[in-house]
């Protein structure tokens, strides 16, 4: 994604970029300090074990944040909101434009149908993909059910019958699958499935560039790409 990154802001021709902590074992931190006290933005496609790092040189260096890492626990999220109170931190788990479009359909729709669709819920992704469900499937959860009144049921076995207020998650770990999520909304005698398939890596550094474009000129605060939507 780094990489991805890195090609994408230079095609913009309106930014530059350096991307730091290339290796998974490296001292995030003090390669951002080496290479980032002069930068506008951060933007991390890292992994959840660098949080910390990031927060602490974004929080000491007064720098605006885009944290697209998924698979946060909760004492990263808990941090991650008391770092908002000191710098703008744009935060989503998909920062693809079409998925958090997706996002608000599928609420609509789940709103629409209220108790009368059986709902199931299907994310695929590369076989190097260690969260599961999805930091996306998660989102489109709670599109689907904000006030937790339904039941996640994570994969089905044995012989047991589909509960009325159940939304069934299955998560498929495979080959080079970029991403692909679907939301069946099953009912008596007609199926409304939504999907959406990403192509390539691409759409996750173009969302990514576009909410930094956004958190620079922002206050303190935490936001996420519906944020980034409305404005642009």
Same mark, same amino acid.
């Given at each position: 994604? +780094?990489?991805?990154?890195? $090609?994408?802001?230079?095609e913009?021709?309106?930014?530059?970029?350096?991307?730091?902590?290339?290796?998974?074992?490296?001292?995030?931190?003090?390669?951002?300090?080496?290479?980032?006290?002069?930068?506008?933005?951060?933007?991390?496609?890292?992994?959840?074990?660098?949080?910390?790092?990031?927060?602490?040189?974004?929080?000491?260096n007064?720098?605006?944040?885009?944290?697209?890492?998924?698979?946060l626990?909760?004492? $990263?999220?808990?941090?991650?909101?008391?770092? =908002? *109170?000191?710098?703008?931190?744009?935060?989503?788990?998909?920062?693809?434009?079409?998925?958090?479009?997706?996002?608000?359909?599928? %609420? %609509?729709?789940? =709103?629409?149908?209220?108790?009368?669709?059986?709902?199931?819920?299907?994310?695929?992704?590369?076989?190097?993909?260690?969260?599961?469900?999805?930091?996306?499937?998660?989102?489109?959860?709670?599109?689907?059910?904000?006030?937790?009144? *339904?039941?996640?049921?994570? /994969?089905?076995? /044995?012989? $047991?019958? %589909?509960? *009325?207020?159940?939304?069934?998650?299955?998560?498929?770990? +495979? +080959?080079?699958?970029?991403?692909?999520?679907?939301?069946?909304?099953?009912?008596n005698?007609?199926?409304i499935?939504?999907?959406?398939?990403?192509?390539?890596? %691409?759409?996750?550094?173009? /969302? =990514?560039?576009?909410?930094?474009?956004?958190?620079?000129?922002?206050?303190?605060?935490?936001y996420?790409?519906?944020?980034?939507?409305?404005?642009?």
């Open positions: 994604m +780094g990489r991805v990154l890195e $090609q994408i802001i230079h913009s021709g309106e930014h530059t970029a350096v991307v730091v902590g290339k290796e998974i074992d490296s001292d995030v931190y003090l390669e951002l300090v080496a290479n980032c006290t002069d930068a506008d933005c951060v933007i991390d496609f890292s992994h959840i074990s660098k949080m910390e790092d990031v927060l602490l040189f974004a929080r000491e007064t720098k605006p944040l885009v944290v697209c890492t998924t698979g626990n909760e004492n $990263q999220e808990f941090s991650l909101q008391n770092s =908002a *109170k000191k710098i703008p931190i744009v935060y989503a788990q998909n920062m693809s434009v079409g998925i958090n479009v997706l996002l608000d359909v599928v %609420r %609509r729709v789940s =709103a629409a149908l209220g108790n009368n669709f059986d709902i199931e819920l299907i994310e695929k992704h590369h076989n190097l993909k260690e969260d599961a469900p999805s930091g996306t499937a998660t989102m489109l959860l709670s599109a689907i059910d904000g006030i937790n009144e *339904k039941t996640i049921v994570n /994969g089905r076995k /044995g012989f $047991q019958k %589909r509960a *009325k207020n159940e939304i069934g998650v299955h998560a498929v770990r +495979g +080959g080079t699958i970029v991403g692909e999520h679907s939301i069946i909304f099953a009912g005698d007609e199926i499935e939504i999907k959406h398939t990403a192509l390539s890596k %691409r759409i996750f550094a173009e /969302g =990514a560039l576009r909410a930094a474009c956004f958190i620079v000129k922002q206050k303190s605060g935490l996420n790409m519906k944020d980034v939507l409305a404005v642009n």
